[in-house]
């Protein structure tokens, strides 16, 4: 069983800066992390995807990121991390962390809110 833990989130202004953290308890080791968010009135989306230490190395980011965004984790703390550049309104939503099993199991963090707004 993996339970994760988000936090980070709050209110900053456009074009300022947020970095989120999902602290994990239980082995994540093998899975796919990956941060999601969800804004009011509009279905859960992708941001980034990591891929864990064993096999292939990657890191997918949604579209919109557009750069602005860093996915990274660190496997001695069972955190990963999502580094918010250069934030947009279009940006405000509840950010998820989740991890992924590869065997059909999925876990999903509480969620933390993050407002852009001037």
């Known amino acids: 069983q993996v339970q994760l833990v988000e936090s980070g989130g709050g209110l900053v202004q456009p074009g300022e800066s947020l970095r989120l953290s999902c602290v994990a308890s239980?082995?994540?080791?093998?899975?796919?992390m990956g941060w999601y968010r969800q804004a009011p009135g509009k279905q859960r989306e992708l941001v980034a995807l990591?891929?864990?230490?064993?096999?292939?190395?990657?890191?997918n980011y949604a579209g919109f990121v557009k750069g602005r965004f860093t996915i990274s984790r660190d496997n001695t703390k069972n955190t990963v991390d999502l580094q918010m550049d250069r934030l947009e309104v279009e940006d405000t939503a509840v950010y998820y962390c989740?991890?992924?099993?590869?065997?059909?199991?999925?876990?999903w963090g509480q969620g933390t809110q993050v407002t852009v707004s001037s």
């Open positions: 989740n991890a992924d099993a590869r065997t059909g199991e999925f876990y």
């Open positions: 239980g082995d994540i080791f093998s899975m796919i």
């Open positions: 990591i891929s864990g230490p064993s096999g292939p190395q990657y890191k």
